[in-house]
């Protein structure tokens, strides 16, 4: 499976801040993806990074709040805009390698605290 | 789009027990069916996964089967032990990967 980090591990926000996370893998993929865990619950897909293109978004989420950056095969980042508490959860993405396996693992989350 | 169901949401079990999942989806088109580990604290751990051409598959103490006329897929573990303590994910992907809500799995020593 492919190493992928992300930064920052944790952080503690103010409301109406932004936050930018980073996803980093160490081999290329085709495909990245970014999720919301909220506290005790299960995975909900944000959206698909696309590399090149903007990012296609699950219902329920929209680029304004949550701009997506696909830069190159290894590399994407999630902002979280203008923060409120509702935006608390971890953050995590995960990728999907080259084939059509449409395995996917994860990175090791982003743990969002907002006040 | 497709809509997955867990069960249960939690479950005990004396340490040497089975243990089972239980999922059913919604989508007649889904083809794989993941399941992940998450561990407190921890990323979401690939454990083991099944294909729709396939009705069964074990590793180790790990089995997955899948009943795609009824639209189900099961997880067993054997002899558990108390490191698999943790959360179990069941998935299905159309087009996208789809989790159910999750089942928290305690082993009691």
């Known amino acids: 499976s492919a190493v992928i980090s992300q930064k920052p591990s944790r952080d503690i926000c103010q409301r109406g801040t932004s936050l930018t996370i980073q996803c980093q893998v160490d081999?290329?993929?085709?495909?990245m993806f970014w999720y919301r865990q909220q506290p005790g619950q299960s995975l909900t897909l944000i959206a698909t990074?696309?590399?090149?293109?903007?990012?296609?978004?699950e219902s329920g989420f929209v680029i304004d709040k949550f701009p997506i950056s696909r830069p190159n095969l290894t590399f994407s980042t999630l902002t979280v805009s203008n923060m409120s508490p509702e935006d608390s959860s971890i953050y995590l993405c995960?990728?999907?390698?080259?084939?059509?396996?449409?395995?996917?693992?994860f990175g090791p989350g982003t743990r969002l605290l907002v006040l | 789009g497709e809509n997955v169901e867990q069960h249960p949401s939690t479950l005990s079990v004396q340490e040497g027990d089975s243990a089972v999942i239980k999922c059913t989806y919604s989508d007649s088109a889904s083809n794989y069916f993941p399941w992940y580990k998450q561990e407190l604290g921890k990323r979401p751990q690939l454990i083991i996964d099944i294909r729709s051409n396939v009705g069964e598959k074990k590793d180790q103490r790990i089995a997955v089967t899948l009943n795609k006329t009824a639209k189900h897929f099961s997880l067993h573990i054997t002899e558990t032990q108390p490191e698999d303590s943790a959360v179990y994910f069941c998935?299905?992907?159309?087009?996208?990967?789809?989790f159910g809500a999750g089942t928290t799995v305690t082993v009691r020593a």
């Open positions: 998935a299905a992907v159309d087009y996208k990967l789809s």
């Open positions: 081999s290329q993929v085709t495909m």
């Open positions: 990074a696309n590399q090149g293109s903007e990012a296609t978004y």
């Open positions: 995960s990728v999907e390698r080259a084939g059509g396996e449409e395995t996917q693992y």
